[in-house]
């Protein structure tokens, strides 16, 4: 069932959260402020640093277990699908909104079949 390696789910974690960064521009809420602005922002930052933290091929600075990350996902991308009603967002356009729902629901989807443990390196032998 957990059919993602996480050498192919640390390559979704930066992409996502750049896309999060980027998402009040690219789906055109930004000029409107506030935490719909706000919460992908953070979150996308908060992604990208703790993927560079994270114990997997694409963690340089690796010492946050796997298992954890993937919690932190859940955590956050239930916090960014919900958020339209936590901030009261949610009557706005759907290019508000939705975005915040859409990535949130697909990233608990990676979550949930992404493998918890990195595949072991090989190493050489001399």
């Given at each position: 069932m957990r059919f993602i390696p996480t050498k192919v789910h640390g390559i979704l974690d930066y992409i996502v959260g750049v896309a999060l960064i980027a998402a009040p521009w690219l789906f055109g809420f930004a000029s409107m402020?506030?935490?719909?602005?706000?919460?992908?922002?953070?979150?996308?930052?908060?992604?990208?640093?703790y993927s560079l933290f994270t114990k997997y091929e694409w963690g340089p600075f690796g010492f946050i277990p796997m298992p954890v990350h993937l919690v932190f996902d859940i955590v956050a991308s239930l916090f960014l699908a919900l958020s339209p009603w936590i901030f009261g967002f949610a009557n706005?356009?759907?290019?508000v909104w939705l975005p915040h729902v859409v990535v949130g629901i697909a990233v608990i989807v990676v979550v949930i079949f992404s493998q918890p443990q990195p595949a072991r390196v090989k190493t050489a032998t001399a």
């Open positions: 402020g506030g935490p719909a602005v706000i919460i992908p922002i953070v979150l996308g930052v908060g992604l990208i640093v706005q356009a759907p290019n």
